[in-house]
């Protein structure tokens, strides 16, 4: 495996570690505080509804949002650390 090989292999390893991370986390609060935190959540209120509630309707999306403006800083870095910045 020549250099540039392994350059590009570990670029991805951490890629695809990154996307796991993030993934995982939207999953735990779409799934999780959505459906099987609702109970406990639903003890709070956050603009007048119920924590579980909202986040199964709006907090979700908002998480995701965010984290699709992480997942671009990250790669943004993870490009200037293995050379691949325009």
Same mark, same amino acid.
């Given at each position: 495996?020549?250099?540039? %090989?392994?350059?590009?292999?570990?670029?991805?390893?951490?890629? $695809?570690?990154?996307?796991? $991370?993030?993934?995982?986390?939207?999953?735990?609060?779409?799934?999780?505080?959505?459906?099987?935190? #609702?109970?406990? +959540?639903?003890?709070?209120? +956050?603009?007048?509804?119920? +924590? =579980?509630?909202?986040?199964? %309707?709006?907090?979700? $999306?908002?998480?995701?949002?965010?984290?699709?403006?992480?997942?671009? #800083? +990250?790669?943004?870095?993870?490009?200037?650390?293995? =050379?691949?910045?325009?």
């Amino acid at each position: 495996m020549s250099d540039k %090989q392994k350059h590009a292999s570990a670029y991805w390893k951490e890629n $695809i570690k990154y996307l796991a $991370i993030l993934l995982v986390i939207w999953f735990v609060v779409s799934f999780g505080c959505g459906i099987l935190f #609702r109970e406990e +959540l639903d003890q709070f209120r +956050l603009g007048g509804f119920k +924590l =579980g509630f909202w986040f199964a %309707q709006q907090g979700s $999306i908002y998480v995701f949002v965010i984290l699709i403006f992480v997942y671009v #800083r +990250l790669m943004n870095k993870l490009d200037k650390k293995y =050379g691949f910045d325009e």
